[in-house]
Structure formats: structure tokens, C-alpha cells
């Protein structure tokens, strides 16, 4: 079975800077996908950023880039410039491309909580 | 357009109740998924479904039941109450047409069972 593992509950960063949260997975699959999700206080997650593991290159989306390391099944988000706007918890997440797996569904890690210091 | 609606958005319960969540998808969405979110376990795939039919099915007892309307709404509801089903309970909706689709979520229905 495929899990999601997010190493850093907690993590601060100050305002302007730039962060690097981890998350490592495992899969005996070769084509899947790769999310980032941010949950702010509203409770309400948002996709900030999405990669799909048959592409070399790392997604970005504005501030957000991504670090995909298919064999190390690593994927880590970095948020450059930091703002106040980013605090929140962060959720990797992982799922399957195959239309055959019967065991298709989404895989979130615990998440990461992000604190940005003014 | 309306993005994804959950209520209520929160709830107090006993042991032993039963309780029913609605979620009401973004206008064309056809598949509703549910989570469960804990501080403990982080957050759980509970079930999905697609066009009526439950496509998939997370670890949960079988006191966790779902369904899905012909308008493409959804009902999640628990039976016998435990004092661990106490969560946030998020659910998410998409086209259900492509795995690589973003889920957009609803700010969800917090449960505490006392």
C-alpha cells in the first residue's frame, strides 16, 4: 500500500523568506500524481501545486516550485518570498494514474503546520 | 460559481446517535469524496463516489455509510457514535473524469461526540 509521510509537524518561517517543506512517499508504481494542498484557518484546502511523476520537470506554480526526486520518492514544496497569507497547513498528498487500480484513491500526509513570523 | 457546500458546519452529538452530513458539489462536478481529519491520523479517504455509485472505499467500519443523489449531492452518515468519530469531516468535489484533477474541497463539518 502507498504511503505519505510529512517529517516536520511544525515548521516557522520569517516573512520575505523562502521555505522548504518535505514529504516522502512509496509506491511500487511507476505513473502517479503528486499534490500539494494548503489548508488555511478557514478550513477550507486549496490545490497550491500538482506533479505528474511521468515529467522530469518540477512543477511551479508562481511562489511555489516543487523538488521531485522519483528515486528517492521525495517531493518537497518550497514557497519562495514568504507571506503572511501562507501560513497554514500544508498536506502532500499522492494518487494513483492507473485506471486499474482498484485501490484508486487520494493518500494525504499528516501534514506540515506553517507559521510565518512578521 | 458555487463552490463546495457542507453542513452543517458543526455538530454535537452522544455516544451512541447517529448522524447525517450533507455535501453539495460545484455545479457539473459528478464526484463526491469524503475525509476524515483528525489531529492523531491526519486526514483519511472515508469513500467516493461517481455518478451514484460508490467507487471506492477507505478503511473506515462499516458504520460509516455514504450515498449520492441524482443532482450529484451527498450524504455521509455514522451510526452508534464513538467517542473517536469526534473529527472534521471534509468533503471534496470534481469532474471524476481524470486522477491528475484538483479536488475542490468544502470547509467542512466539525463533529464532536461527547
Known amino acids: 500500500a502507498q504511503t505519505v509521510t510529512q517529517s516536520q509537524p511544525e515548521m516557522s518561517v520569517q516573512e520575505a523568506e523562502t521555505v522548504t517543506l518535505s514529504c516522502t512517499y512509496d509506491?511500487?508504481?511507476?505513473?502517479?500524481?503528486l499534490f500539494w494542498y494548503k489548508q488555511p484557518p478557514s478550513r477550507q484546502m486549496i490545490l497550491v501545486i500538482r506533479?505528474?511523476?511521468?515529467?522530469?520537470q518540477n512543477a511551479t506554480e508562481n511562489r511555489f516550485s516543487v523538488n521531485f526526486q522519483k528515486a528517492a520518492k521525495s517531493f518537497s514544496l518550497k514557497i519562495s518570498d514568504s507571506q503572511l497569507g501562507d501560513a497554514a497547513m500544508y498536506f502532500c498528498a499522492y494518487r494513483s494514474a492507473s485506471s486499474l487500480n482498484r485501490d484508486d484513491k487520494i493518500i494525504f500526509g499528516k501534514g506540515t503546520r506553517l507559521h510565518i513570523l512578521p | 460559481k458555487a463552490g463546495v457546500t457542507q453542513t452543517p458546519r458543526y455538530l454535537i452529538k452522544t455516544r451512541g446517535q447517529q448522524v447525517t452530513l450533507s455535501c453539495s458539489p460545484i455545479?457539473?462536478?459528478?464526484?463526491v469524496s469524503w475525509y476524515q481529519q483528525t489531529p492523531g491520523q491526519g486526514l483519511q479517504f472515508l469513500f467516493e463516489?461517481?455518478?451514484?455509485?460508490?467507487?471506492n472505499k477507505g478503511n473506515f467500519p462499516g458504520r460509516f455509510s455514504g450515498r449520492q443523489f441524482s443532482n450529484s449531492r451527498s450524504e455521509m452518515n455514522v451510526s452508534t457514535l464513538e467517542l473517536g468519530d469526534s473529527a472534521l469531516y471534509l468533503c471534496?468535489?470534481?469532474?471524476?473524469?481524470?486522477?491528475?484533477?484538483?479536488?475542490?474541497f468544502g470547509s467542512g463539518t466539525q463533529l464532536s461526540v461527547l
Open positions: 455545479s457539473g462536478h459528478r464526484s
Open positions: 471534496a468535489s470534481s469532474s471524476g473524469r481524470r486522477n491528475q484533477e484538483k479536488l475542490f
Open positions: 506533479q505528474e511523476a511521468y515529467k522530469q
Open positions: 509506491t511500487s508504481e511507476s505513473d502517479y500524481y
Open positions: 463516489y461517481f455518478s451514484e455509485t460508490q467507487r
